[in-house]
Nanobody, 123 residues
């Protein structure tokens, strides 16, 4: 019943920035969590950033201080601002929404996922 569509990925040089967008249709006002996850070839999917209904933000240790999650409730859009990108940030990035979630950084809590947008960081 909820659909998510990521955009904004692409190739970027190390040290550069990208802003990922996720259109959430329909916007879920009482969603427990909205989050960003990523997965690179040969690696497990990992949580990158999440925001809960109280607008508390959480980040993985590897992106803390470089990435910022935010939402625009008027535009029904979730964002991930990525600064000072590193080659290790390369991967397919997915946005996701969860209801009835206990931990917004746990991927098993999420029932709705986008199709992904590729981010490739070169050195």
């Amino acid at each position: 019943q909820v659909h998510l569509f990521e955009s904004g990925g692409g190739p970027v040089q190390a040290g550069g920035s990208l802003r990922l967008s996720c259109d959430v249709i329909p916007w879920i006002e009482r969603a427990d969590c909205l989050g960003w996850f990523r997965q690179d070839a040969g690696k497990q999917r990992e949580a990158v950033a999440a925001i809960n209904r109280d607008e508390d933000e959480r980040y993985s240790d590897s992106v803390t201080g470089r990435f910022t999650i935010s939402q625009d409730k008027v535009k029904n859009t979730l964002y991930l601002q990525m600064d000072r990108l590193q080659p290790e940030d390369t991967g397919m990035y997915y946005c996701a929404a969860a209801e009835g979630c206990f931990d917004c950084m746990a991927d098993w809590c999420y029932g709705s996922w986008g199709q992904g947008t590729q981010v490739t960081v070169s050195s």
